[in-house]
């Protein structure tokens, strides 16, 4: 199965404070809450899944890892993808 096409880079932006976490897409104007730090992860992963359609097969090869700990300040992440060769290949990217 081919993927729809993806973007190299998705930035995520975070807001968190004492209540819990807003996550947003910000190039497409999408965001979803989190009420932990360990809630974020899954939550991010869950609307980019969504966002961009991707079958549950895919989840494991494409994924949000945040590159710093998520603190109570707006921050800026991407999306990594990881991947063989072979999976990478039957992606198209913009």
């Not at 869950?46 to 998520?70: C, S, T, W």
């Amino acid at each position: 199965m081919k993927l729809p096409k993806l973007p190299k880079k998705i930035l995520v932006k975070i807001y968190g404070n004492d209540h819990g976490y807003v996550a947003e897409l910000t190039n497409y104007n999408v965001h979803t809450e989190a009420s932990s730090k360990d809630e974020l992860e899954h939550m991010i992963n869950d609307l980019i899944y969504g966002y961009f359609n991707i079958p549950k097969e895919y989840h494991q090869m494409i994924r949000y890892v945040a590159n710093k700990p998520v603190e109570k300040v707006e921050e800026v992440k991407s999306l990594h993808i990881l991947s063989t060769k072979a999976v990478f290949s039957n992606f198209s990217f913009a």
